[in-house]
């Protein structure tokens, strides 16, 4: 796992220091209990501490187990995680910018290298999967509106319909029509590439290269990220979700210099650029600044769309120089250290709210 598989929970005295963690010993006099690299659903803190810190890598923030466990613990609550909290307020809870993405490239080059070589054959690329509501639009545009010897795309039959919202009607005309589509013609099917074995290779050890078909052969890869919600409402009050979670779907295409169009939370692009990478690329990126989650999905299937038209020199050269930039920018450590320099402002704030 490029995170740990494990969740961390404890006392400073007794967990283990993972790399970006090690500042923990410096609060070892307080009594805080820590949680740490959590997923969804987990099991609820323990009772009795001044302070409580969490953290989200391997997920996105559990927003309903974080009012939870506010009203049961009876002390704050100060949660960890990579992106920004935009306008989500939980009583009781601070929120801090906390990245782990830049260890998560680390490892990924100390398991993969960085040294890849292209040859491009296709114009796009992208995995689908635990197919989602984001995942199932976007496989079918693509297998709509590319054509079939230039793209690579895989498909597989696992989907809950709890995760395409019970298969309901959007109202957006253009996607209702893709998912009638995908019911016609993909539902139950399996597409592979690579001799992937959805049941058996779908584990970060593998997943994690960006020495792969699917990135170094095709021009431009659509990551179908895991969670792709930012506008939401609770209550009938609208906020934004904390974000953009990204994995290795999508700091492959970084370290593997390869260009991307980001499908899940919005501001992926803005958020990397404010950690020093360039998204200068040679088509409209706007969608990424939308945080309506049907909108954005309908404005990246047009993207698909134009992408219909173009040649794969054009689809490749829009991208390249960005992608080589942004691959240097990893290799020579920049972007660690612009990843860190914001984790230390947030453990700066961590000292002033335990004082």
Same mark, same amino acid.
Request: proline share 3%.
């Given at each position: ?25 410096q609060? $070892? ?8 690299f ?15 810190? *969490? ?8 927003l ?6 506010? +009203?049961?613990?009876? $002390?704050?609550?100060?949660?960890l ?22 260890f998560?490239?680390? +490892?990924?080059? +100390?398991?993969?290298?960085?040294a890849?070589t292209?040859?491009? @054959?296709? @114009? ?10 984001? +995942? ?40 209702? %029509? ?13 597409? @592979? ?20 078909? $699917?990135?170094?052969?095709?021009? *431009?890869?659509?990551?179908?990220? %895991? ?19 990204i ?24 958020t990397?650029? %404010?950690?020093?990478?360039?998204f ?6 706007s ?13 990246i299937?047009?993207?698909i ?12 050269? $829009?991208?390249?120089? %960005? ?28 000292h002033?709210?335990?004082?």
């Amino acid at each position: 796992m490029l995170v740990p598989s494990s969740i961390i929970r404890g006392t400073a005295n007794y967990i283990k220091k993972y790399p970006g963690y090690e500042w923990i010993e410096q609060f $070892a006099n307080k009594n805080i209990y820590y949680a740490l690299f959590l997923g969804w659903q987990e099991a609820d803190l323990l009772s009795g501490y001044d302070y409580y810190i *969490v953290s989200f890598h391997r997920e996105a923030v559990d927003l309903n187990w974080i009012k939870q466990q506010a +009203k049961q613990v009876n $002390a704050p609550i100060i949660v960890l995680h990579d992106g920004s909290h935009y306008n989500t307020r939980i009583s009781g809870v601070t929120f801090l910018p906390f990245y782990y993405w830049h260890f998560q490239l680390d +490892k990924m080059q +100390k398991l993969f290298g960085n040294a890849f070589t292209k040859n491009i @054959k296709y @114009k796009t690329s992208a995995f689908c999967n635990r197919i989602t509501q984001s +995942k199932l639009y976007v496989f079918t545009a693509l297998a709509k509106y590319i054509n079939e010897n230039d793209r690579l795309i895989t498909l597989s039959n696992w989907l809950e319909t709890k995760n395409i919202h019970n298969g309901e009607y959007t109202g957006n005309i253009v996607l209702d %029509s893709l998912y009638e589509e995908f019911e016609q013609h993909w539902l139950g099917k399996e597409l @592979k590439i690579d001799n992937f074995n959805n049941n058996t290779d779908n584990i970060q050890i593998i997943t994690g290269n960006p020495n792969q078909s $699917a990135y170094q052969e095709c021009a *431009v890869h659509f990551t179908n990220e %895991s969670f792709h919600y930012s506008f939401m409402m609770d209550d009938y009050i609208p906020y934004t979700y904390p974000g953009p979670f990204i994995t290795e779907k999508t700091l492959k295409c970084l370290l593997g210099a390869t260009g991307f169009v980001p499908v899940g939370q919005f501001e992926t692009y803005k958020t990397l650029s %404010s950690l020093g990478l360039n998204f200068d690329y040679e088509f409209d990126t706007s969608f990424d600044n939308d945080s309506g989650n049907l909108t954005r999905l309908e404005s990246i299937v047009k993207l698909i769309q134009q992408f219909s038209d173009m040649d794969i020199d054009q689809i490749f050269n $829009a991208t390249k120089e %960005s992608g080589e930039y942004n691959q240097q920018q990893i290799i020579n450590g920049t972007f660690f250290k612009n990843c860190d320099k914001v984790n230390a402002q947030s453990i700066e704030t961590l000292h002033q709210l335990l004082a």
